[in-house]
């Protein structure tokens, strides 16, 4: 593996996604709870909930853009809090 290269394994499956408790609050009100998740590179996932549960929250949180959480989320072994790029990929539609 060339130097640099932080990647995290589940039985030999590179990572894409994971959360260790994470969790952000807005103004003294829960915008999500702590959640733990793992997604391999190369899955499908889908995040389900009723309108302003906090689903663009968490993938604004995923993509490095959203501020005030914690826990640890990581993309393919960077961590969301310091390692997220300008270039980090965001797409809303609805």
Do not use: C, H
Request: aromatic content about 6%.
């Amino acid at each position: 593996m060339p130097a640099g290269k932080r990647l995290q394994t589940m039985s030999d499956r590179t990572i894409a996604l994971r959360t260790e408790r994470v969790r952000l609050s807005a103004k003294d009100r829960r915008v999500y709870p702590a959640i733990s998740f793992e997604a391999p590179a190369g899955s499908l996932v889908a995040l389900l909930g009723a309108s302003g549960t906090g689903k663009t929250s968490l993938l604004l949180t995923l993509a490095g853009r959203m501020r005030g959480w914690n826990g640890v989320a990581t993309v393919f072994g960077l961590d969301a809090a310091r390692d997220s790029r300008p270039s980090a990929g965001w797409s809303a539609s609805g």
